[in-house]
Structure formats: C-alpha cells, structure tokens
C-alpha cells in the first residue's frame, strides 16, 4: 500500500452565506445566490462541489495523456447532478439530502478514435480521486474544537479585514 497525502483547506463563514478560503495563495468564495439571501460571490457549494470533479477529471485526463502520449487538445466537462433541496431546508424528504445522480459527459478534443476516447474517460474515472469519492463511501469524521479568540483574529487578518 503506498503512503497516503493529507489535504487540509480552513474555510470561514463570517456574516451572511460567503464563505471564503485562501487556498495555496488563491482566495475561493463559496455564496448562494441573491435570490436566496446570499450576495452572489460566488458559486454555491453544490456547483463548486461539481466544478470540482470536473475539474479532478480535467486534471487526471492531462496527467494520463501526458503518461500515455495522447495529444489532447482539450476537453469540454460537463458535471450535472439532481438532489431534492427539501432536505437541506430541513423539510421532511423521502430522498436523500445530498445528490441522487451525479452525470459526467465529456468531449475530448484528441485524434483517438471515439472507442479509445470512451476507455480513455473510464480510466481517467477511475483515477479520480473526487470521481472515487462520490462513488464508494468514504469515512467522514466531525468535531467540534473551542473558539480562540485570538485565532479568530488571525484568521481575519488572513482573509485581509481587520478585527
């Protein structure tokens, strides 16, 4: 078994819905739309969480091309998903609260024949690992830590406001 990485981004609701991350030098916002009491920043959760694996798949076909010299040109991803938000709004559902079906198509702009291109995104599927993570169950840990002051302080001095 080879050794494992560990991945850690802090992410900060301050007032409203925005929250915002700097992420290896990059601030992200994450909003809800005007219409739902946001300020429209950004995109919500659920197209970032979308965007996000089609962003891995993008990534992991670059990273396969190059492996196997394919000449990709480019891809077009499209990720598409169905949930029934009655849940998240804490209404009573029958379905889950998360996404029922999750659809990834792609467009691959490469000389390979459409055959090759089909077993070219399986393997770039498999080697996913956010694809990996929607399709078999992963362990999710919670906790709750103690607010620090100070640390809260250095957090919004992070994210460029005073405290």
């Known amino acids: 078994m ?8 802090d992410a900060y609701l301050e007032s409203g819905f925005a929250i915002k991350s700097i ?3 990059h601030e992200v916002i994450i909003d809800q739309p005007k219409s739902a009491k946001g ?3 950004g995109p919500s959760p659920l197209q970032h969480f979308l965007f996000a694996i089609g962003g891995c798949i993008g990534t992991v076909a670059r990273i396969i091309a190059f492996q196997k010299k ?3 040109q480019g891809m077009k991803i499209q990720v598409a998903g169905d949930y029934n938000p009655a849940g998240l709004m ?3 559902s029958d379905d ?3 996404f029922q ?6 467009v691959i702009d490469s000389d390979i024949s459409q055959q090759e291109k089909e077993q070219f995104l399986q393997e770039v ?3 996913c690992p956010l694809h990996d993570n929607v399709v078999m169950t992963t362990n999710v840990v919670h906790k709750v830590i103690a607010l620090d002051r100070q640390s809260a302080k250095v957090k919004t001095e992070a994210l460029g406001k005073s405290a």
């Open 23 to 25: 992420i290896d030098g």
């Open 101 to 106: 079906q999750i659809r990834v198509s792609a």
């Open 39 to 41: 300020t429209g920043l």
């Open 90 to 92: 804490g209404k009573a």
């Open 96 to 98: 889950r609260v998360g």
């Open 2 to 9: 080879s050794q494992s990485k560990t991945i850690a981004i």
């Open 70 to 72: 394919i000449d990709l």
């Open 125 to 127: 599927c498999a080697r």
